[in-house]
T-cell receptor, first 113, second 115 residues
Framework: DTEVTQTPKHLVMGMTNKKSLKCEQHMGHRAMYWYKQKAKKPPELMFVYSYEKLSINESVPSRFSPECPNSSLLNLHLHALQPEDSALYLC????????????FGNGTRLTVT | AQTVTQSQPEMSVQEAETVTLSCTYDTSESDYYLFWYKQPPSRQMILVIRQEAYKQQNATENRFSVNFQKAAKSFSLKISDSQLGDAAMYFCAYKVGGGADGLTFGKGTHLIIQP
């Protein structure tokens, strides 16, 4: 069982659609992360939220818009995506302390048509 | 910038045997942490083991242990008594200390368990 819940598990969207990915954790973690993972590649960091504030944006295109409404929720809003944005999107959370591991969700498999 | 290198794209081991996965890293930081994650086909990233850089003692978790050589910047994972359920992608990961900076991953090693 995963303690980080991501919805939906699969998403197919057109290039003109607007959709959102959701992530939820109830472990009291104050750091939350979005990663993008292409097939047979390692995850790549996109965004980090610390205490509900965006602390890291790894030069992600503006068609990806993160949001952290509260300490338990993390959203990723998608608009005008390209086919090359098709990937597995992983959410993770951790305590802020350096030795705290990241706890990952099962991911959302996104296909952009 | 920190880099993590896994030089073995794929490894194969017989069930019940021991296998070692290699990982090297490069950093100028003195406070950092190292992790091994596995990602089975179910795609969830699962923590296998962690090591604090300031600790000389190698971490151990049941059948999993690491060989941490700080001077050589090496962090290998040994899996003893390999089981079919160990088959997965294994990622070595680095995290700088002091806050929420995320993980830097190596490219991964695909571990195959032969029955």
């Amino acid at each position: 069982d995963t303690e980080v819940t991501q919805t939906p598990k699969h998403l197919v969207m057109g290039m003109t659609n607007k959709k959102s990915l959701k992530c939820e954790q109830h472990m009291g973690h104050r750091a939350m992360y979005w990663y993008k993972q292409k097939a047979k590649k390692p995850p790549e960091l996109m965004f980090v939220y610390s205490y509900e504030k965006l602390s890291i944006n790894e030069s992600v295109p503006s068609r990806f818009s993160p949001e952290c409404p509260n300490s338990s929720l993390l959203n990723l809003h998608l608009h005008a995506l390209q086919p090359e944005d098709s990937a597995l999107y992983l959410c993770a959370s951790s305590l802020r302390e350096g030795n705290s591991p990241l706890h990952f969700g099962n991911g959302t498999r996104l296909t952009v048509t | 910038a920190q880099t993590v290198t896994q030089s073995q794209p794929e490894m194969s081991v017989q069930e019940a045997e021991t296998v070692t996965l290699s990982c090297t890293y490069d950093t100028s930081e003195s406070d950092y942490y190292l992790f091994w994650y596995k990602q089975p086909p179910s795609r969830q990233m699962i923590l296998v083991i962690r090591q604090e850089a300031y600790k000389q003692q190698n971490a151990t978790e049941n059948r999993f242990s690491v060989n941490f050589q700080k001077a050589a910047k090496s962090f290998s994972l040994k899996i003893s008594d390999s089981q079919l359920g160990d088959a997965a992608m294994y990622f070595c990961a680095y995290k700088v200390g002091g806050g929420a900076d995320g993980l830097t991953f190596g490219k991964g090693t695909h571990l195959i368990i032969q029955p």
